[in-house]
């Protein structure tokens, strides 16, 4: 199989995205176009949060339309928007110490997917019935649970689940995880920010997406159900299906 046969003909994409029932404003920011899916989770006060999704977003759309990309390009947005946001909290007192998480679905010019995260944003991975998360979290508890001393799913609910490691506008050297996987017919991705996986365990994630099997609707009803379950934080999924292989 040669790498250009590999590539997937056209992408099922669904959006969504909402406010939830606590906050008043939406930090969450996105970008799905072509072959580039990119969700951002904004941080710091004073609306400086959404400045910090909205710089990262804008420095992955220089992305959107290449058919050439390889992962040093994927790495070079990461720092190009690590630097817009340092560069934005400098020249505003008010924006010191915003940040964001980023985590991206985009497709090489090798046909592979390049999943890159920083922070606690999720690519989480749907084949076979199967949903596994694909990306590790750069948070407190995600260290504890690697320790053994919390499992998932307490981690999931522990109170400090929101303490990040890593992220945008933290440190002038960006340090994402960058991972690359051949595309495989059928199967589907979603990327969201924690207000999914804060609210919606695995198991429900998965009834949705069985229950779901096309993307707009799919990324409408994990969004709706964050909501309805809670709602304590902003919340936005994108999904993203390979077409199958007939
Ligand atoms: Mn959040």
Redesign the pocket.
């Known amino acids: 199989m040669t790498n250009t046969s590999a590539r997937p003909r056209a992408l099922d994409v669904g959006v969504a995205t909402d406010v939830g029932r606590v906050r008043d404003h939406n ?2 920011a996105w970008l799905a176009d072509g072959t580039v899916h990119v969700v951002a ?1 904004g941080m710091g006060g004073h609306a400086a949060g959404e400045v910090a999704s909205a710089t990262a977003i804008a420095t992955f759309r220089a992305l959107v339309g290449r058919t050439d990309l390889t992962v040093e390009d994927i790495d070079r947005a990461v720092d190009d928007a690590n630097d817009a946001i340092l560069e934005a909290a400098r020249s505003q007192p008010g924006r010191r110490g915003m940040g964001t998480t980023a985590t991206g679905l985009v497709q090489l010019g090798s046909g592979d997917w390049a999943i890159v995260n920083i922070g606690d944003s999720r690519v989480y991975r749907w084949a076979d019935d199967v949903l596994a998360q694909v990306t590790i979290d750069h948070s407190e508890v995600q260290e504890l649970v690697e320790e053994g001393l919390l499992t998932r799913e307490q981690a999931r609910v522990h109170p400090l689940r ?1 303490i990040i490691t890593r992220s945008l506008g933290l440190d002038p050297a960006a340090a994402p995880d960058v991972l690359v996987l051949p595309p495989v017919p059928g199967e589907r991705f979603v990327l969201c ?3 999914l996986n804060d609210e919606l365990d695995d198991a429900a994630i998965a009834t949705v997406l069985r229950e779901n099997p096309r993307s707009q609707p799919a990324a409408g009803a994990l969004v709706a159900a964050a909501v309805a379950a809670g709602g304590h ?2 919340v936005t999924v994108i999904v993203v299906g390979v077409p199958g292989a007939d």
């Open positions: 930090e969450d989770d929101n920010s924690d207000g934080d902003n």
